[in-house]
């Protein structure tokens, strides 16, 4: 896998270079504003960009721009974008038409290698992550007691929350410390709550939620 | 100073709804003011005209009538005199023009009386000088005393208001400062401190894979990551409390579509309000949406809700409404200290909420 890095800040990004070098994975290019990612992603055409939402030179949504205008010149590019914090405009940008190889990330979630490693293929193989933070933002506010969310218990928010960071029922499985056999119960629960359709594919199973939650309409 | 005036001589047409209740009595669309002080005139003039025909039919001679011209000048005189006092503002200014006023027309009756001594009676006296010049003197002195304390007025009222414009700019600009240090603080938390930790849960990451064989190394590791997490999530939710992200990077239209979208009450918005506001004006209306948003979703059992931000006279406008319950207690939500906020910006907050029928919740605040 070739990766193109765009991370201003050098403590963090020489960190990733690293991470992902010991990882077998190839850093084909590292740069620290919009721009210039535009300028490696047209040289290099990797498989991959992990692009940093608050980049130079604006300092504001620059990484979402660019991560965008990127996936608009070569709609195969898997896209990762890390953020600070989570917006749920943004993932709603990114997702797009396309939903394809994106993910949005809080930056912390680098700390969990094997999970993180985990999100980067899933998402350079064309699949769809989003952070956990995102599915919170979603259900927080929402009150009511006809709404079909707050019928979810505290754990099928969990799973649904780790659903949508396209992890497999395994993987759920073990962040919560349950079986599999749980957590499938858990999702079939989830998915009579929300009338969704039931589907095993992991990819599907994420964009009906995000679908649920209007980020993918 | 001519809104002043409130004698009945001055009383006109246009100085409305007290006036128009002595219309049905006005003859020909005169105050009675005006009636009365034409019909002084009118009587004056024509007496004069009378007496110079009595004199000359009387064989003419001593021109006698000129002492009947003194005497019907001086109500016309005072007339006057008396309407252009009136006209000064109210207080010792008026007070002294009236006496200026009297002292006027004294002394024109001094100064008519001896002229016509002089040149009709040939009485060639020096006298009256004296008078006109105590007169002037009295008058003088009288104006100095009852304005002195006015001109030290004046000019305290003048210092008051070097003081209250200081106030006002340095306010502004420490709101502003405060503002902008704020958002920089926002950006040092996620840039910084944040980063680091970030790049600490990077580290131990790679450490936790080389000792896959040491479970209560692992264990450590595993310990140090949480930690190093909860400390990220308490910055961000420090920094989200200061400015929201989606504020600081697009602003406040966008920052708002977001926060309504959230509460998913299907809010309508129209939105004026472009990127070019203060920080301290943006961050408060921010504030006082969410505020009102909160309270909607929580309490107003509403079908409906709907958002504005337009720019009207240089001020930004902020209305948050809905078509539910209404009730709510305008002093007793969360309103009631962003109402702090907005004043401190030199806005205005009112919140309206009849039982029944809706809240509505209107923020104006100048900008630029």
Redesign the interface.
């Known amino acids: 896998m070739r990766v193109v890095i765009a991370e201003d800040?050098a403590?963090?990004r020489e960190?990733?270079v690293?991470?992902l070098r010991?990882n077998d994975i190839e850093v084909v290019a590292q740069v620290e504003d919009g721009p210039s990612l535009l300028r490696a992603i047209a040289g290099h055409e990797p498989d991959l960009a992990i692009v940093d939402v608050?980049l130079p030179p604006s300092?504001?949504?620059e990484g979402i721009l660019a991560a965008i205008e990127a996936r608009r010149r070569q709609p195969d590019l898997g896209v990762l974008v890390l953020s600070?914090?989570v917006?749920?405009?943004?993932a709603s940008e990114l997702i797009g038409e396309n939903t394809a190889g994106i993910g949005y990330l809080l930056?912390?979630r680098?700390?969990?290698?094997?999970a993180?490693l985990d999100a980067l293929r899933r998402v350079a193989a064309g699949g769809t992550v989003l952070d956990r933070q995102v599915v919170t933002?979603?259900l927080?506010?929402?009150?009511g007691p006809t709404d079909a969310l707050s019928r979810l218990t505290a754990r099928e928010r969990e799973v649904l929350e780790l659903m949508a960071e396209g992890r497999s029922n395994t993987a759920i499985a073990e962040s919560l410390v349950v079986t599999p056999g749980a957590v499938e119960k858990h999702i079939t629960n989830i998915f009579a709550k929300l009338d969704l359709p039931a589907c095993h594919d992991d990819h599907r199973r994420v964009l009906a939620v995000l679908a649920y939650l209007?980020v993918a309409s | 100073m001519s809104e002043r005036a409130q004698l009945p001589g001055d009383l006109s047409l246009s100085r409305g709804a007290p006036t128009r209740r002595w219309m049905p009595i006005l003859a020909a669309g005169l105050s009675i003011g005006q009636y009365a002080r034409s019909v002084l005139h009118r009587v004056a003039a024509l007496t004069a005209v009378l007496l110079v025909a009595i004199w000359a039919l009387d064989g003419q001679g001593y021109l006698w009538p000129a002492w009947a011209w003194l005497g019907l000048a001086v109500p016309v005189l005072l007339d006057y005199t008396a309407g252009w006092a009136w006209r000064q503002s109210p207080g010792a200014v008026r007070r002294v023009a009236c006496v200026w006023a009297l002292a006027g027309v004294a002394a024109v009756i001094l100064l008519l009386t001896w002229m016509l001594t002089w040149l009709l009676a040939g009485v060639r006296e020096f006298w009256p000088a004296w008078a006109l010049f105590g007169l002037a003197t009295a008058v003088s002195s009288y104006s100095l005393f009852a304005l002195h304390d006015r001109v030290l007025l004046a000019y305290g009222r003048r210092a008051l208001r070097a003081r209250i414009d200081l106030l006002t700019r340095t306010r502004r600009q420490v709101i502003a400062t405060q503002a902008a240090e704020l958002r920089r603080i926002e950006r040092d938390l996620h840039d910084g401190a944040q980063a680091r930790l970030v790049a600490l849960t990077l580290q131990l990451g790679r450490a936790e894979m080389r000792v896959a064989g040491q479970p209560d190394v692992r264990d450590l590791i595993h310990d140090a990551q949480r930690e190093a997490r909860h400390a990220i999530g308490e910055l961000r939710d420090l920094a989200r409390g200061i400015v929201p992200p989606l504020l600081a990077d697009r602003g406040l239209v966008a920052a708002v579509e977001s926060l309504a979208a959230r509460y998913g009450l299907g809010t309508e918005i129209v939105a004026e309000a472009h990127r070019t506001l203060a920080p301290a004006v943006e961050s408060t209306a921010y504030f006082v949406v969410a505020e009102a948003l909160t309270n909607t979703a929580k309490h107003a059992d509403a079908t409906r809700s709907w958002i504005r931000l337009t720019h009207e006279r240089r001020a930004l406008l902020v209305l948050v409404g809905d078509d539910g319950g209404g009730g709510a207690d305008a002093e007793g939500s969360g309103l009631a200290g962003l109402r702090a906020r907005v004043e401190a910006l030199d806005g205005h907050l009112s919140v309206s909420s009849p039982s029944g029928s809706g809240t509505v919740v209107e923020v104006s605040l100048p900008c630029g």
């Open positions: 800040l403590l963090l960190g990733l690293a991470l010991e608050r300092f504001s949504d600070q914090y917006e749920t405009a943004y930056k912390e680098i700390g969990d290698v094997r993180f933002q979603l927080a506010p929402r009150g209007q």
